[in-house]
């Protein structure tokens, strides 16, 4: 177990992976979120519900889908709703307990950019947005994030609220009547943070094998706090890498093999 | 009542200078061949709505054909940005384009709100987020019976919707199937509509009684478009071209590289030229 035969990446993914289980009905984030889910449906989640904002309900692809529309995840699925169905009676309805998001800036408290670099009306860096963001992160029971660790991500102030977390820390939520968990995982590729009870900052609680904290407070933009009893991450198994790695590989041969060459 | 028309006289008869008009599609069945003809025949200062601006609005905004867009995602999905929507709103070229954000539930309910002819939708939802502050549409109202407070936004009432379906039948019924979207609500909240299918069949008698059909009395103008909708997908005819939304990344970065793109692809191309373009995906679909 201690030969580091993985990326950090995969780390990541596969440390998120484990965090799910077969009796989760969760929303799913395209990019690291979905990679993470569809690992732990073909591990040790069989029956876990996957959702995609395109109106898929129970989905289970054989490639990770470029888009959250792709036609697999409605062949697959146990449903396919109409896309104001989905965020009414599923998402509002308050039936999803999982919500798993990625981020392009994130605060210590969780709270999520994916708008703009700069000021909304001139900024530096327009970016796609929220899409369904801000509801998921208010109506699941719980929202987790996955994000690779660095400084432009993992910043002190974020400069756009997309979706709402802890807010300013403690009961931020029920200040603003959101009943809601709000996030309670964080996983990098360097490790696993929760949110602390109280002040809702989140705190590394395990170091994935071979990160120092250096390692971690150098890509993060806010002072990092660490859990008394710090754990170390269990590395991944073989059988949890074999099926990232051949889940990775049916979706790049899908993704290239459309277009004009074929 | 559905008429059946070119693509050409439909477009022309039923988008306008200055329209508030949605192309939609959820990823999936997004109607590239109409945008294209709207492209070609020139229209300016449109107001274009879509839950998901991607390729097509990066192309109609590029082209400058956009005053403002009423949208919930600006990307190129699982791809990245939309370069020429950046290019406009970054550096305002080839011009600033305005912007009315929403979230995903916002454009979907106030679609359904359009369909059903409210004023309003209304929902739980911007809870703390930053688009409440910058969106003046977004406001709050609360419940009459139990006092919660939730969030309201204008219907939407596009001039004119433009989706692509995989079927229409002789009389003009369309049949949309696979990941629907906000298809049917975009059809329903605008005044004019116009669908291009795959094809045309003599009748739906072999469909499932709860398919979602949306009736020719609902519709005003159909046009048969095969491969209508690449590089998106029509569901049982072929597959999405994510190589072609990860070509477009390299070809929407460059203006110029962009420009002859459109010359060659759109400006001096045809609708029957995408019959063409899903000829490779349709083993695979």
Redesign the interface.
Same mark, same amino acid.
Request: charged share 15%; hydrophobic share 35%.
């Given at each position: 177990m201690s030969d580091l035969d993985f990326t950090a990446d995969e780390m990541m993914t596969i440390a998120a992976s484990r965090a799910l289980a077969s009796r989760d009905v969760c929303f799913v984030g395209?990019?690291a979120p979905s990679a993470a889910c569809n690992v732990a449906r073909l591990t040790h989640a069989p029956d876990i519900t996957l959702i995609y904002?395109?109106?898929?309900i129970g989905t289970a692809p054989d490639v990770l889908?470029?888009?959250?529309?792709?036609?697999e995840?409605?062949e697959t699925a146990v449903a396919?709703v109409?896309?104001?169905e989905?965020?009414?009676y599923w998402?509002?309805g308050g039936r999803i307990t999982i919500g798993f998001l990625g981020a392009a800036q994130l605060d210590k408290f969780g709270n999520i950019n994916t708008?703009v670099i700069g000021d909304?009306?001139n900024?530096?860096?327009?970016?796609? /947005?929220? *899409?369904? $963001?801000?509801?998921i992160?208010?109506?699941c029971g719980e929202i987790y994030i996955t994000m690779k660790q660095n400084l432009r991500g993992m910043v002190e102030k974020i400069d756009?609220?997309?979706?709402?977390g802890h807010?300013d820390g403690g009961n931020?939520?029920e200040k603003?009547?959101?009943t809601t968990k709000g996030p309670t995982l964080l996983v990098t590729d360097l490790a696993v943070w929760k949110p602390d009870p109280e002040t809702k900052e989140f705190t590394v609680v395990s170091l994935h094998p071979g990160v120092t904290r250096e390692q971690v407070q150098e890509t993060c933009g806010w002072t990092v706090k660490y859990a008394d009893h710090l754990e170390t991450t269990p590395a991944p198994t073989q059988d949890e890498l074999k099926t990232l790695r051949d889940l990775k590989a049916r979706t790049k041969a899908?993704?290239? /093999?459309? *277009?004009? $060459?074929? | 009542m559905a008429k059946f028309q070119s693509l050409r006289d439909a477009v022309a008869e039923n988008l306008n200078d200055g329209d508030v008009a949605a192309f939609e599609g959820f990823t999936h069945l997004i109607p590239h061949a109409a945008a294209h003809e709207a492209i070609r025949q020139g229209f300016k200062d449109l107001t274009l709505v879509r839950m998901t601006p991607d390729v097509v609005y990066d192309q109609m905004v590029g082209m400058g054909m956009a005053k403002k867009l009423i949208f919930s995602y600006l990307g190129n999905p699982g791809v990245g940005l939309l370069r020429r929507c950046r290019d406009s709103v970054e550096n305002g070229y080839p011009h600033t384009v305005e912007l009315e954000e929403h979230s995903h539930a916002g454009m979907a309910n106030a679609y359904e709100a359009g369909a059903a002819g409210l004023p309003l939708a209304v929902f739980r939802g911007y809870k703390g987020a930053g688009l409440a502050e910058v969106n003046p549409n977004i406001k709050s109202i609360t419940c009459p019976f139990t006092g919660e407070k939730l969030a309201a936004i204008p219907a939407l009432r596009p001039d004119v919707s433009f989706i692509h379906a995989q079927k229409a039948d002789k009389k003009g019924n369309v049949l949309v199937e696979g990941i629907i979207g906000i298809q049917k609500e975009a059809v329903l909240a605008a005044k004019r509509s116009v669908v291009t299918v795959e094809e045309v069949v003599d009748n739906f008698d072999d469909v499932h009684t709860n398919c979602c059909i949306l009736p020719q009395w609902a519709i005003t103008s159909i046009v048969e478009v095969p491969g209508g909708a690449h590089p998106s997908y029509a569901h049982g005819y072929y597959i999405r071209d994510n190589a072609a939304y990860l070509e477009w990344d390299k070809i929407a970065a460059d203006r110029d590289l962009f420009a002859k793109w459109m010359t060659e692809n759109v400006l001096e191309a045809t609708p029957e030229d995408f019959a063409g373009r899903v000829a490779n995906l349709r083993d695979a679909s």
């Open positions: 395209i990019g904002e395109s109106g898929t889908p470029l888009s959250i529309g792709d036609g995840l409605c396919t109409a896309v104001p989905m965020f009414r998402l509002q708008t909304y009306n900024p530096k860096t327009r970016l796609p /947005g929220g *899409g369904g $963001a801000p509801e992160a208010s109506s756009f609220f997309t979706s709402f807010g931020a939520r603003i009547g959101i899908a993704h290239e /093999g459309t *277009g004009k $060459a074929a | -």
